[in-house]
């Protein structure tokens, strides 16, 4: 699965402003985030859909990220995250 190009990233901008106001996030290319030092978010694109993998632990998840509903999964989930420090 290769990384998510600009005209994907495009359709996720809406999700990618939400993201990039979060505090403790770091956007350190378009759609590749940071927390502290630490890789934390990044998209791909697929035949089957968007995907964002996270750092919500210590390992990479795969959220779908194709729907509005799949998106504010993930972003619920970052939130949560990023509360638990």
């Known amino acids: 699965m290769r990384h998510a190009k600009d005209e994907h990233l495009d359709r996720l901008e809406p999700l990618l402003e939400e993201l990039r106001a979060l505090e403790g996030l770091k956007e350190k290319s378009r759609g590749v985030f940071y927390r502290k030092s630490k890789a934390f ?45």
Do not use: N
Request: no cysteine; charged share 30%; aromatic share 8%.
């Open 41 to 85: 978010l990044h998209f791909h694109d697929d035949p089957t859909g968007l995907y964002a993998d996270a750092r919500l632990d210590t390992d990479f998840e795969r959220f779908r990220v194709s729907t509005q509903a799949e998106r504010r999964t993930l972003l619920a989930r970052v939130r949560a995250a990023l509360a638990a420090g």
